[in-house]
């Protein structure tokens, strides 16, 4: 087994299909064991991203590492390291779910003993034993996303890339499968996730790569994005008329509103400068009835890097 220093790293990555220009030279590092989001909106890239590194489709130019293999020299050794689950589930509907889960195990080519105990073992954690002999025409979405999921497990994969994986599914059944990922990801699995739910990003993802018209404009954590945009502060509420004047001398740049009793102090989120704010505050002694911090969430970070309205958030290629 190769030594590997990240679960995927790519540099240089570029994709053209005739003049259009799709992937302009990116640089992507995920370390091993987390969950890395890629965002963007229609055109950006993000699903074309997905195929190169899944090595559906070839790139132009860039240098690729999989699990430690090297993508150009061996495919087949990152084709058998990673999983991929797409927008739509991959499953065959005449077939029962078990059916599935061994069509996949035979694909992959498991001797009879680890085809079944693969598949009983999967189809116990992604609760479908009791719909494991039914067809799968009759599963719910969120069963279907829950098999695919688990046909994409049979190879005991290191990296899955999940692309748009909780499209269509109802609000339980999304965060059911957020519960999956995490559970995979405390298992030392790596995700590569593209998502067109920001708050999905946001509850998942340890990084977050923003793409924009075939280049990253953004990398970091949620809450590191959302210090770059302005708009963060801090309100604080008084429970008298002198407290509110007092709060008002003493800081600077500050909102009043006279009728709610309270002033908005503009801030970055970050813990230094909320310690600042309250030590200027008890250094006047000034009596604050109620303190809550307001920052930017991942739909304004979006907006501000892409330009792109919430309405426009829709799978790229």
Known sequence: MPIQSAAITATGLRKSYGEKLVLDG????????????????????????????????????????????DLARDPDGVRNAIGVTGQFSAVDNLLTGEENMVLMANLRHLDRATRRRRTAALLEQFDLVEAARKPVSTYSGGMRRRLDLAMTLVGDPSVIFLDEPTTGLDPRSRRTMWQIIRELVRGGVTIFLTTQYLEEADQLADRIAVLDQGRLVAEGTADQLKRRIPGGHVRLRFSDTAGLDL????????????????????????????????????DAAVEVDELSVHTPDLDDV???????????????R
């Open 247 to 282: 709060a008002t001398r003493i800081l600077t740049h500050v909102s009043r509103d006279d009728d709610a009793l309270s002033l908005h102090v503009p801030h970055d989120g970050s813990v230094r400068s909320l310690r600042a704010l309250l030590g200027r505050l008890d």
């Open 302 to 316: 979006f907006l501000a890097l892409t330009g792109q309205p919430d309405k426009e958030r829709v799978s790229a």
């Open 26 to 69: 990116i640089d992507l590092t995920v370390p091993a064991g987390t969950i890395f989001a890629l965002l963007g909106p229609n055109g950006a890239g993000k699903t074309t991203t997905v195929q190169i590194l899944s090595t559906l489709i070839g790139a132009d130019a860039g240098d690729i590492r999989i699990a430690g293999y």
